[in-house]
């Protein structure tokens, strides 16, 4: 099993920014890939940003440009900085570790919150 557990949400105003992390522990070898996903009450959990163990990444295209996902591999963290906040990225952020498509593991979440 892996634990997940996500820092750093809260509440921004439209233009500013936050930072995101997420600490694995467990058995954390073999996680392939980390990131995250973001959820709206009523709507389909989203990719956010991924990134590999080797530095590959993958993001959704409403926030390229804004967002940057890291990893540090010897901390087994993985941040997300995400810059020029908009309203509409206020979601509960959940941070998640997969090993393989089907061996995948999910944080509690974090509330971020961006006021207009």
């Known amino acids: 099993q892996v634990q997940l557990v996500e820092s750093g949400g809260g509440l921004a105003q439209a233009g500013g920014s936050l930072r995101l992390s997420c600490a694995a522990s467990?058995?954390?070898?073999?996680?392939?890939?980390m990131g995250w996903h973001r959820q709206v009450p009523g709507k389909q959990r989203e990719l956010v940003a991924i990134?590999?163990?080797?530095?590959?990444?993958n993001y959704a295209d409403s926030v390229k440009g804004r967002f940057t996902v890291s990893r540090d591999n010897g901390r087994n963290t993985v941040y997300l900085q995400m810059n020029s906040l908009k309203p509409e990225d206020t979601a509960v952020y959940y941070c998640?570790?997969?090993?393989?498509?089907?061996?995948?593991?999910w944080g509690q979440g974090t509330q971020v919150t961006v006021s207009s």
């Open positions: 990134i590999t163990r080797s530095g590959l990444t």
């Open positions: 467990g058995s954390i070898f073999s996680i392939a890939a």
């Open positions: 998640v570790a997969a090993k393989g498509s089907a061996d995948i593991y």
